[in-house]
């Protein structure tokens, strides 16, 4: 069973920050974490599924 959450707010509001830790922590535990982020970023500290 997979799990999914969505991550929304405005811009500046953390939600990169929040999903750098997230997949951090994953890889951490083993798990395997898939990210679609906003178009609209240029830099991402993780891969991400769907970028620009």
């Known amino acids: 069973m997979g799990y999914a ?3 929304i707010g405005p811009a500046g509001s953390g939600k990169s ?3 750098s830790s997230l997949y951090q ?3 951490t535990i083993g798990w395997t ?3 679609n982020l ?4 240029v ?10």
């Not at 906003?38 to 970023?41: F, L, M, S, V």
């Not at 830099?43 to 620009?52: E, L, R, S, W």
Request: aromatic residues 16%.
């Open 17 to 19: 920050t929040y999903c």
């Open 43 to 52: 830099n991402f500290d993780y891969p991400v599924a769907i970028g620009t």
């Open 33 to 35: 974490i898939h990210i």
């Open 5 to 7: 959450q969505l991550v």
């Open 25 to 27: 922590y994953g890889q």
């Open 38 to 41: 906003d178009p609209a970023a």
